[in-house]
T-cell receptor
Framework: GDSVTQMEGPVTLSEEAFLTINCTYT??????LFWYVQYPGEGLQLLLK?????DKGSNKGFEATYRKETTSFHLEKGSVQVSDSAVYFC???????????FGTGTSLTVIP | ETGVTQSPTHLIKTRGQQVTLRCSSQ?????VSWYQQALGQGPQFIFQ???????GRGNFPPRFSGLQFPNYSSELNVNALELDDSALYLC????????????????FGPGTRLTVL
Protein backbone atom coordinates (compact mmCIF):
# COMPACT_ATOMS: atom_id res chain seq x y z
CA GLY A 1 0.00 0.00 0.00
CA ASP A 2 0.88 3.66 -0.02
CA SER A 3 3.24 4.67 2.76
CA VAL A 4 6.03 6.96 3.89
CA THR A 5 9.18 5.88 5.71
CA GLN A 6 11.32 8.37 7.61
CA MET A 7 14.69 7.97 9.22
CA GLU A 8 14.41 7.15 12.88
CA GLY A 9 15.25 9.75 15.44
CA PRO A 10 15.88 11.43 17.60
CA VAL A 11 18.47 13.58 15.90
CA THR A 12 20.66 15.90 17.94
CA LEU A 13 22.83 18.50 16.23
CA SER A 14 24.93 21.45 17.24
CA GLU A 15 23.89 24.88 16.05
CA GLU A 16 25.05 25.63 12.47
CA ALA A 17 25.44 21.94 11.63
CA PHE A 18 24.10 20.47 8.38
CA LEU A 19 20.80 18.62 8.58
CA THR A 20 19.50 15.74 6.51
CA ILE A 21 16.32 13.85 7.35
CA ASN A 22 15.67 10.97 4.98
CA CYS A 23 12.24 10.21 3.60
CA THR A 24 11.24 7.55 1.11
CA TYR A 25 7.80 6.65 -0.11
CA THR A 26 5.84 3.82 -1.66
CA UNK A 27 2.99 4.91 -3.87
CA UNK A 28 0.73 3.37 -6.47
CA UNK A 29 0.65 6.60 -8.47
CA UNK A 30 2.41 9.95 -8.55
CA UNK A 31 1.80 11.79 -5.34
CA UNK A 32 2.56 15.28 -4.13
CA LEU A 33 5.11 15.30 -1.32
CA PHE A 34 5.20 17.47 1.76
CA TRP A 35 7.23 18.21 4.85
CA TYR A 36 5.35 19.35 7.93
CA VAL A 37 6.87 20.59 11.19
CA GLN A 38 5.37 20.25 14.65
CA TYR A 39 6.66 22.39 17.49
CA PRO A 40 6.08 21.22 21.07
CA GLY A 41 2.44 21.40 22.05
CA GLU A 42 1.30 22.59 18.64
CA GLY A 43 -0.33 21.25 15.49
CA LEU A 44 1.31 20.71 12.14
CA GLN A 45 2.68 23.53 10.02
CA LEU A 46 3.44 23.13 6.35
CA LEU A 47 7.18 23.57 5.80
CA LEU A 48 7.49 22.88 2.08
CA LYS A 49 6.04 20.83 -0.74
CA UNK A 50 6.71 19.50 -4.24
CA UNK A 51 4.04 18.33 -6.64
CA UNK A 52 6.00 16.56 -9.38
CA UNK A 53 9.27 14.82 -10.09
CA UNK A 54 12.41 16.99 -9.89
CA ASP A 55 10.54 19.82 -8.20
CA LYS A 56 12.40 21.39 -5.30
CA GLY A 57 10.45 22.74 -2.37
CA SER A 58 12.10 25.32 -0.15
CA ASN A 59 11.24 27.47 2.84
CA LYS A 60 13.12 29.06 5.77
CA GLY A 61 16.42 27.60 4.56
CA PHE A 62 15.01 24.06 4.29
CA GLU A 63 14.98 22.26 0.95
CA ALA A 64 13.76 18.95 -0.42
CA THR A 65 13.80 17.58 -3.98
CA TYR A 66 11.20 15.16 -5.34
CA ARG A 67 13.25 12.22 -6.67
CA LYS A 68 11.01 9.85 -8.56
CA GLU A 69 13.81 7.47 -9.50
CA THR A 70 14.70 6.86 -5.85
CA THR A 71 11.19 7.55 -4.48
CA SER A 72 12.70 9.98 -2.01
CA PHE A 73 12.10 13.47 -0.63
CA HIS A 74 14.95 14.10 1.80
CA LEU A 75 14.86 17.26 3.90
CA GLU A 76 18.04 19.33 4.15
CA LYS A 77 19.20 22.54 5.78
CA GLY A 78 22.69 23.93 5.58
CA SER A 79 22.89 25.50 9.03
CA VAL A 80 20.38 24.62 11.74
CA GLN A 81 19.36 26.91 14.58
CA VAL A 82 18.08 26.18 18.06
CA SER A 83 14.66 27.39 16.91
CA ASP A 84 14.53 24.52 14.38
CA SER A 85 14.09 22.03 17.23
CA ALA A 86 10.83 20.26 16.46
CA VAL A 87 9.38 17.06 15.02
CA TYR A 88 9.44 16.82 11.23
CA PHE A 89 6.93 14.75 9.26
CA CYS A 90 7.18 13.66 5.67
CA UNK A 91 3.83 13.08 3.95
CA UNK A 92 2.26 12.29 0.61
CA UNK A 93 -1.13 12.85 -0.95
CA UNK A 94 -2.46 12.03 -4.38
CA UNK A 95 -3.89 14.63 -6.73
CA UNK A 96 -7.55 14.94 -5.85
CA UNK A 97 -7.10 12.60 -2.92
CA UNK A 98 -8.54 13.21 0.51
CA UNK A 99 -5.97 11.83 2.90
CA UNK A 100 -2.37 12.40 3.75
CA UNK A 101 -0.09 9.46 4.47
CA PHE A 102 2.40 10.54 7.10
CA GLY A 103 5.69 9.11 8.23
CA THR A 104 6.26 8.49 11.91
CA GLY A 105 8.15 11.75 12.38
CA THR A 106 11.75 12.61 13.19
CA SER A 107 12.53 14.58 16.32
CA LEU A 108 15.29 17.16 15.93
CA THR A 109 17.03 18.86 18.83
CA VAL A 110 19.55 21.60 18.12
CA ILE A 111 21.90 22.50 20.95
CA PRO A 112 23.73 25.82 21.22
CA GLU B 1 -7.91 35.41 7.51
CA THR B 2 -8.87 33.12 10.40
CA GLY B 3 -6.96 29.88 10.75
CA VAL B 4 -8.25 26.47 11.82
CA THR B 5 -9.40 26.39 15.42
CA GLN B 6 -10.23 23.42 17.62
CA SER B 7 -11.89 22.99 20.96
CA PRO B 8 -11.35 21.99 23.62
CA THR B 9 -7.57 22.09 23.93
CA HIS B 10 -7.40 19.25 26.40
CA LEU B 11 -9.92 16.69 27.56
CA ILE B 12 -9.88 13.85 30.08
CA LYS B 13 -12.45 11.07 29.87
CA THR B 14 -12.88 7.62 31.30
CA ARG B 15 -13.19 4.37 29.41
CA GLY B 16 -16.65 3.80 27.98
CA GLN B 17 -17.60 7.47 27.86
CA GLN B 18 -18.38 9.47 24.73
CA VAL B 19 -16.59 12.60 23.54
CA THR B 20 -17.22 15.35 21.00
CA LEU B 21 -14.42 17.41 19.53
CA ARG B 22 -15.01 20.56 17.48
CA CYS B 23 -13.26 22.22 14.58
CA SER B 24 -13.78 25.49 12.74
CA SER B 25 -12.29 25.51 9.27
CA GLN B 26 -10.17 28.25 7.82
CA UNK B 27 -12.04 31.03 6.07
CA UNK B 28 -12.85 30.06 2.48
CA UNK B 29 -12.38 26.31 3.04
CA UNK B 30 -15.25 23.87 2.60
CA UNK B 31 -13.62 20.55 3.48
CA VAL B 32 -12.56 19.19 6.86
CA SER B 33 -10.37 16.19 7.59
CA TRP B 34 -9.72 14.57 10.95
CA TYR B 35 -6.54 12.79 11.99
CA GLN B 36 -5.51 10.86 15.09
CA GLN B 37 -1.92 11.27 16.26
CA ALA B 38 -0.86 8.79 18.92
CA LEU B 39 2.16 9.64 21.02
CA GLY B 40 5.35 9.31 19.01
CA GLN B 41 3.51 8.51 15.79
CA GLY B 42 2.50 10.31 12.64
CA PRO B 43 -1.10 11.41 12.14
CA GLN B 44 -3.51 8.75 10.87
CA PHE B 45 -6.44 9.74 8.66
CA ILE B 46 -9.84 9.16 10.29
CA PHE B 47 -12.23 10.68 7.74
CA GLN B 48 -13.02 13.73 5.65
CA UNK B 49 -16.21 15.75 5.30
CA UNK B 50 -17.30 17.71 2.25
CA UNK B 51 -20.79 19.09 1.58
CA UNK B 52 -21.84 17.80 4.99
CA UNK B 53 -21.18 14.20 3.98
CA UNK B 54 -18.37 11.78 4.71
CA UNK B 55 -15.95 11.84 1.79
CA GLY B 56 -13.50 9.09 2.56
CA ARG B 57 -12.60 7.17 5.68
CA GLY B 58 -9.46 5.59 7.07
CA ASN B 59 -9.17 2.38 9.05
CA PHE B 60 -11.20 3.44 12.08
CA PRO B 61 -14.23 1.66 13.58
CA PRO B 62 -17.80 3.02 13.32
CA ARG B 63 -17.68 4.37 16.88
CA PHE B 64 -15.69 7.21 15.32
CA SER B 65 -18.27 9.41 13.60
CA GLY B 66 -18.50 12.97 12.43
CA LEU B 67 -20.62 15.82 11.26
CA GLN B 68 -20.12 18.84 9.09
CA PHE B 69 -22.35 21.86 9.39
CA PRO B 70 -23.50 24.35 6.73
CA ASN B 71 -20.83 26.81 7.88
CA TYR B 72 -18.25 24.05 7.18
CA SER B 73 -17.33 23.56 10.82
CA SER B 74 -17.14 19.96 11.97
CA GLU B 75 -17.43 17.63 14.93
CA LEU B 76 -15.69 14.37 15.67
CA ASN B 77 -17.58 12.03 17.97
CA VAL B 78 -16.08 8.99 19.60
CA ASN B 79 -18.30 6.53 21.46
CA ALA B 80 -17.35 3.84 23.96
CA LEU B 81 -13.92 5.32 24.55
CA GLU B 82 -10.99 2.95 24.90
CA LEU B 83 -7.60 3.56 26.46
CA ASP B 84 -5.97 3.44 23.01
CA ASP B 85 -8.08 6.40 21.91
CA SER B 86 -5.77 8.62 23.94
CA ALA B 87 -4.12 10.83 21.34
CA LEU B 88 -3.88 14.25 19.78
CA TYR B 89 -6.79 14.77 17.40
CA LEU B 90 -6.02 17.09 14.54
CA CYS B 91 -8.45 18.80 12.25
CA UNK B 92 -7.37 20.06 8.84
CA UNK B 93 -9.29 22.26 6.43
CA UNK B 94 -8.92 22.53 2.68
CA UNK B 95 -10.86 23.42 -0.46
CA UNK B 96 -12.71 21.20 -2.87
CA UNK B 97 -14.17 22.59 -6.07
CA UNK B 98 -17.78 22.10 -7.03
CA UNK B 99 -16.55 19.54 -9.51
CA UNK B 100 -15.05 17.51 -6.70
CA UNK B 101 -11.41 18.35 -7.36
CA UNK B 102 -9.57 18.65 -4.08
CA UNK B 103 -6.78 21.12 -3.54
CA UNK B 104 -4.25 19.11 -1.68
CA UNK B 105 -2.93 21.68 0.72
CA UNK B 106 -4.50 21.06 4.11
CA UNK B 107 -4.16 23.53 6.96
CA PHE B 108 -4.00 22.00 10.40
CA GLY B 109 -5.40 23.22 13.67
CA PRO B 110 -3.51 23.00 16.97
CA GLY B 111 -5.30 19.81 17.98
CA THR B 112 -7.24 18.48 20.94
CA ARG B 113 -5.33 16.31 23.40
CA LEU B 114 -7.64 13.52 24.58
CA THR B 115 -6.68 11.37 27.55
CA VAL B 116 -8.74 8.28 28.35
CA LEU B 117 -8.31 6.86 31.84
Amino acid sequence: GDSVTQMEGPVTLSEEAFLTINCTYTATGYPSLFWYVQYPGEGLQLLLKATKADDKGSNKGFEATYRKETTSFHLEKGSVQVSDSAVYFCALIFLGGNQFYFGTGTSLTVIP
Amino acid sequence: ETGVTQSPTHLIKTRGQQVTLRCSSQSGHNTVSWYQQALGQGPQFIFQYYREEENGRGNFPPRFSGLQFPNYSSELNVNALELDDSALYLCASSSTTSGGLAYNEQFFGPGTRLTVL
